[in-house]
């Protein structure tokens, strides 16, 4: 079965830091670039940033350079989004997909707010 599950997600102060986790299954997680969106509350869905396949040069949204950094681990079939220096505005549902084959995880909700 091909499915994506992200996992990580919660309440976080501002200013503070939270690793999502993206697992893959069902297909070979390796041959393709694995993106990451979000939708804050009201919201159209929003690129957050991306990776090839394997891993090296990632690609960013101007609101979270600098803040986020996207990796993966082809052996554990996984893609990391590691969030740092988190803002309210970053509130949002954290999808990861294959964009290439239509193929979207289930999300996973951050909050940041004190």
């Known amino acids: 079965q091909v499915q994506l599950v992200e996992s990580g997600g919660g309440l976080v102060q501002p200013g503070g830091s939270l690793r999502l986790s993206c697992a893959a299954s069902?297909?070979?997680?390796?041959?393709?670039?694995m993106t990451w969106y979000r939708q804050a509350p009201g919201k159209e869905r929003e690129w957050v940033g991306d990776?090839?396949?394997?891993?090296?040069?990632?690609n960013y949204a101007d609101s979270i350079k600098g803040r986020f950094t996207i990796s993966r681990d082809n052996a554990k079939n996984t893609v990391y989004l590691q969030m740092n220096n988190l803002k309210a505005e970053d509130t949002a549902v954290y999808y990861c997909?294959?964009?290439?084959?239509?193929?979207w995880g289930q999300g996973t909700l951050v909050t940041v707010s004190s």
């Open positions: 997909c294959v964009l290439s084959r239509g193929i």
């Open positions: 069902g297909f070979t997680f390796s041959a393709y670039r």
């Open positions: 990776i090839p396949r394997t891993g090296g040069s990632t």
